[in-house]
């Protein structure tokens, strides 16, 4: 259990500009995100000022138990620019597809802020064959006017099947002219990612 003046002293250093932040995870639960293994030792000595952690330990105890777990580092968690939510960055299985978008002028966006106001998001998709959507479903997609041009779906990957979204995307253009297209991510694996073209006339 975390007390209000070790809560206190944690945000003292994310004020101070050190590397530590908390911030509340999607279920409203405080989530701790840390730059180093100098950070952890840092709010270690907070939350466990008897403790002997000295200058090289790699021990989390003390932060494992004030916040059940829930912390990671700076390189695998962000927080959201628009509501102040946790974000995981980084895969944690071959199947794990981003639910956030990293817009080069605005920052962070999760995934819920995304679908609450999807039209920026898809705007950047649009004609861009270097991007895919990883956040809207397949029926938020047709919500928006969109349908899905290919049945089979396309692969790029470490095997035989190469599939090249610009050259996809050049075909599409050729033949429909007027038409928004962007691509759509349905399935990733270890060793390939599979795709779809969407259109919206």
């Known amino acids: 259990m975390i007390t209000d003046e070790q809560q206190d002293a944690i945000r003292q250093l994310e004020n101070d500009g050190e590397g530590v932040r908390i911030a509340p995870d999607s279920r409203g639960h405080d989530f701790l995100i840390l730059d180093s293994w100098d950070d952890v030792r840092t709010v270690e000595r907070i939350l466990d000022p008897k403790a002997d952690i000295g200058p090289d330990s790699m021990e989390s105890g003390a932060i494992d138990r004030a916040f059940g777990g829930n912390w990671g580092f700076s390189d695998e968690y962000a927080v959201c620019d628009d509501c102040g939510t946790v974000i995981r960055t980084s895969p944690d299985s071959y199947s794990w597809k981003p639910d956030f978008w990293l817009e080069a002028e605005e920052g962070y966006h999760c995934g819920d802020c995304v679908r609450e106001d999807p039209d920026d998001y898809i705007e950047h998709l649009v004609g861009n064959p270097d991007e895919a959507n990883t956040i809207l479903s397949d029926d938020e997609l047709r919500s928006r ?11 790029n990957g470490w095997h035989d099947r190469q599939d090249e979204p610009k050259d996809i995307l050049a075909k599409a253009q050729d033949k429909e002219p007027n038409a928004e297209f962007l691509f759509s991510v349905s399935s990733n ?10 259109e919206r006339k």
Not at 147 to 155: F, L, Q, R, S, T
């Open 145 to 155: 006017g969109f349908a899905k041009v290919n049945d089979d779906a396309y692969e």
């Open 189 to 198: 694996a270890e060793f390939a990612t599979q795709f779809d073209l969407w």
